[in-house]
């Protein structure tokens, strides 16, 4: 039922204020390394010049989506392959541009047949992985809540692309060196549980609020974990 609210609460209006690509990007990428070293999975991406510095739009969302993208990409990702994260201009229009987000995997990649139900509510494609099956519908919810889209492309055994768009409006120089743009906060959380569907449920909400989430199921590794961090 919580789980349920969550999704609800995400399809109401966003929010909008200005906020800095580069610190939505660097917590994208902080967080895509300390994934990719617990994982042995290397992190790569890239950042289109033409990207504005500032814009305006729902940046706690935003990195709800990206981090949740990431986390699948690495939850389901093999070993010694690489995760990408892409930005860059789809569209730009008056003071507006599209802005495409691109996630990809050399995983194990998702069926055909599955697919098409990969962001309905509650959909796992192997229930016994965990997982809650709410993160890709509240990456849609939060998406289309910005007026935005996010669509999958997958091969199995190759990998998987998540691709997200979404139209954001930009702040001038000018304008933007009048007041203060918010810079993305960075957090991390470290969970602890032996029990590991609820610590993989509690780990998918709090990814999806734009936390990075350590998680480990008996003390030494909380403990390794945290000493690693600090």
């Known amino acids: 039922i919580a789980e349920f609210s969550v999704w609800k609460e995400q399809r109401q209006a966003c929010e909008k204020e200005p906020?800095?690509?580069?610190?939505?990007?660097n917590g994208c990428r902080e967080y895509g390394y300390i994934q990719?070293?617990?994982?042995?999975i290397s992190f790569e991406y890239t950042t289109d010049s033409r990207l504005r510095p500032g814009y305006i739009g729902d940046v706690n969302r935003l990195t709800g989506i990206l981090y949740n993208l990431l986390s699948n990409a690495f939850r389901y990702g093999r070993e010694n392959t690489c995760v990408r994260l892409e930005a860059r201009l789809a569209e730009s229009s008056g003071r507006a541009d599209r802005v495409l987000f691109c996630v990809s995997d050399e995983g194990k990649g998702i069926s055909g047949e599955f697919l098409p139900q990969a962001f309905d509510l509650f959909a796992r494609e192997q229930p016994g992985e965990g997982g809650t099956g709410l993160g890709l519908?509240?990456?849609?919810?939060?998406?289309?809540?910005?007026?935005g889209v996010i669509l999958a492309e997958s091969v199995p055994g190759r990998g998987s692309s998540f691709r997200l768009e979404v139209g954001l409006e930009?702040?001038?120089?000018?304008?933007r060196d009048?007041?203060?743009?918010?810079?993305?906060?960075?957090?991390?959380?470290?969970?602890?549980?032996?029990?590991?569907?609820p610590?993989?449920?509690?780990?998918?909400?709090?990814?999806?609020?734009?936390?990075?989430?350590?998680?480990?199921?008996?003390?030494?590794?909380?403990?390794?974990?945290?000493v690693n961090r600090v």
Request: glycine residues 10%.
């Open 19 to 25: 906020f800095l690509l580069e610190g939505l990007l």
């Open 36 to 40: 990719g070293r617990e994982k042995n």
């Open 137 to 147: 519908p509240l990456a849609r919810a939060m998406a289309e809540a910005m007026d």
């Open 170 to 175: 930009y702040v001038p120089k000018e304008i």
């Open 178 to 197: 009048l007041y203060h743009t918010k810079t993305p906060g960075y957090f991390r959380i470290l969970l602890m549980d032996d029990r590991e569907l």
């Open 199 to 226: 610590l993989k449920n509690a780990a998918d909400i709090l990814v999806m609020d734009g936390y990075a989430v350590v998680g480990s199921s008996t003390g030494g590794e909380t403990l390794g974990a945290f």
